[in-house]
């Protein structure tokens, strides 16, 4: 009698195996040799998605401990607030730790509820630690964790990994601990990066030269969040050195977040008009009307995406009309609050490349759903 999977070639039971989650690759992996091999291929593994929660509790699985030479970008969910899941998370991150060719992209993102105090160092040590010998990585996210960042941290993926391509900081911490120092040290010590996200705090005049550099390899992301009293805080960004930036770069995008915690004196200061914006959320205690006319006014050229978290009113609808008329190349709107009929037609009308939009002309129960355009 044949084996299980005799039927079916190496590469086949691979592309299938790569979609289970860790349980179910276990037990393929124990129904005979053939699925066993095929099961712990590195083409089952070169992109994996570990959840600490339902697959990982307690200790690294023997099969997986096998395979962690094959991984090369490691989607990585845990809880913070739940010991188990964080030991598991660091668990595996140092298992991981020092290992050849090593990691080339690592993305970690926290789900439920917020931890207390200094709940997750130990996961951000074993960051620290891997970011110490991963020579190969090139993509590192960490924007969805909620634990301040620091400058160590910053440090060590500068000296650790040469060939950084983006590095993403820009997480919903309420302490911004980057100084612009370390940032400036990252970008001279990783000539090929790419893609930097960031809080305001931790960028600088002097960061905005540096990527503005005749010797500098392309930029073609900045992601600014505005979301912490440091932000807040932060020294004005002249607007000669983005349109410095903007010339050497002319493919550069800028992502633009603005929190509540920014004052009207903040935002006038952030929004400068030689700031390539291509995306701008603003979710602001104050006035929001302002900001969506200048961007309508300045950032016509670039924008692709707003997002506007505000109170419904007759003056928030004439910015947005006038924003439609001017941004053409818009492709996603997304206003959380009820908007009147000649804005949704505004936009339909006036941006042909919409792709999604929120524009609701009623109350309706949360979430809100975006909207699909043919």
């Not at 509790?57 to 090369?72: N, T």
């Not at 439920?112 to 951000?124: N, T, W």
């Not at 590095?167 to 010590?189: H, I, K």
């Not at 609050?337 to 339909?348: D, E, G, N, T, Y």
């Amino acid at each position: 009698m044949a084996e299980p999977g005799e039927q079916l070639p190496e590469e086949v039971l691979a592309l299938i195996f790569r979609h289970l989650p860790l349980p179910d690759r276990a037990a393929a992996a124990r129904v005979c040799r053939a699925w066993a091999a095929a099961a712990t291929c590195s083409a089952v593994w070169h992109d994996t998605s570990i959840s600490c929660d339902c697959e990982l509790e307690g200790m690294l699985p023997p099969y997986l401990s096998a395979c962690l030479d094959h991984i090369q970008n490691l989607w990585l969910e845990f809880e913070p607030s739940r010991k188990s899941s964080r030991r598991a998370a660091t668990e595996l991150l140092t298992a991981l730790t020092g290992r050849t060719p090593g990691l080339r992209g690592l993305c970690l993102e926290c789900r439920g509820e917020k931890p207390l105090f200094d709940a997750g160092r130990d996961v951000l040590d074993a960051v620290h630690a891997l970011c110490g010998a991963a020579r190969a990585l090139r993509h590192l996210d960490l924007r969805r964790l909620p634990f301040s960042l620091d400058d160590a941290l910053v440090l060590q993926v500068a000296h650790g990994c040469p060939e950084l391509r983006s590095l993403f900081l820009d997480n919903r911490t309420l302490v911004g601990s980057v100084g612009p120092g370390s940032v400036l040290e990252l970008l001279q010590a990783c000539p090929f990066l790419c893609a930097l996200g960031l809080h305001l705090a931790s960028l600088s005049r002097t960061a905005l030269e540096a990527l503005a550099a005749p010797e500098r390899a392309p930029f073609e992301l900045l992601a600014l969040r505005c979301a912490c009293p440091e932000d807040a805080r932060a020294p004005p960004l002249p607007d000669e050195a983005w349109a410095a930036l903007s010339r050497r770069h002319p493919g550069l995008e800028v992502e633009l977040e603005l929190e509540p915690v920014l004052p009207a004196e903040s935002v006038t200061r952030v929004l400068q008009p030689a700031v390539p914006v291509a995306a701008l959320r603003l979710s602001l205690s104050g006035d929001t009307v302002g900001p969506v006319r200048f961007a309508a006014r300045h950032y016509a050229a670039t924008l692709r995406a707003l997002e506007v978290r505000a109170a419904a009113s007759a003056e928030l609808d004439a910015a947005l009309e006038e924003l439609a008329a001017r941004c053409a190349g818009l492709r996603e709107v997304h206003c959380f609050c009820v908007v009147r009929p000649s804005v949704l037609h505004a936009f339909r009308a006036r941006c042909p490349r919409l792709r999604s939009y929120t524009l609701k002309l009623t109350r309706e129960p949360h979430p809100w759903r975006p909207t699909l355009v043919a």
